[in-house]
T-cell receptor, first 115, second 108 residues
């Protein structure tokens, strides 16, 4: 069974541009989470999507947004890129069972570099 | 607000058991304890989770104290490939809070 996949693996942008990151969850999983991990730091929760709806978001500005498609894959969009947006962006997926998240399984991440 | 406290770093000799502690003194009755590890900027890998009872799988054992205020992840025979950052996480409802973790170095 395939795990969580993310694309691209690396992305280089300049300040002010927009970045689009993609995630495909494990087959059967309906929930997708996005996390940001800046160099040397822990994971910071960004967004949670389930059944196509945004369920929760972390403490990030509105220029971080995303969506979930009918096939449960997801996009993360970062507008007006700033230098401090350079980080590893991780996607995770899980099942939602009786309103509670099951174990999250992570993809390999997309490394975004903003110049 | 990570909800958990872990030592910043630990060393372990190859072949010996690695015991990684975690304090979660504010945990409530229905909150699970999860452990993940991250090997050098790869995606975090799920290890094990538990609620009240001790748990064991092919990767590790999880010992949770009776009052549930702390837990210990045990890697029974550490190998060099176990060198990673280990995260102890309390799942609050549908939210996973990752702290800064423990950097475990397995020494040959």
């Amino acid at each position: 069974e395939a795990g969580v996949t993310q694309s691209p693996t690396h992305l280089i942008k300049t300040r002010g541009q927009q970045a689009t990151l993609r995630c495909s969850p494990i087959s059967g999983h309906t929930s997708v989470y996005w996390y940001q991990q800046a160099l040397g730091l822990g994971l910071q929760f960004l967004l949670w999507y389930d059944e196509g709806e945004e369920r929760n978001r972390g403490n990030f500005p509105p220029r971080f947004s995303g969506r979930q498609f009918p096939n449960y894959s997801s996009e993360l969009n970062v507008n007006a890129l700033e230098l401090e947006d350079s980080a590893l962006y991780l996607c995770a997926s899980s099942l939602l069972n009786w309103g509670y998240q099951e174990t999250q399984y992570f993809g390999p991440g997309t490394r975004l570099l903003v110049l | 607000d990570a909800k958990t406290t872990q030592p910043t770093s630990m060393d372990c000799a190859e072949g010996r058991a690695a015991n990684l502690p975690c304090n979660h003194s504010t945990i409530s009755g229905n909150e699970y304890v999860y452990w993940y590890r991250q090997i050098h900027s790869q995606g975090p890998q799920y290890i094990i989770h538990g609620l009240k009872n001790n748990e064991t799988n092919e990767m590790a054992s999880l010992i949770i104290t009776e009052d549930r205020k702390s837990s210990t992840l045990i890697l029974p025979h550490a190998t060099l490939r176990d060198t990673a950052v280990y995260y102890c996480i309390v799942r609050l409802g549908n939210q996973f809070y990752f702290g800064t973790g423990t950097s475990l170095t397995v020494i040959p």
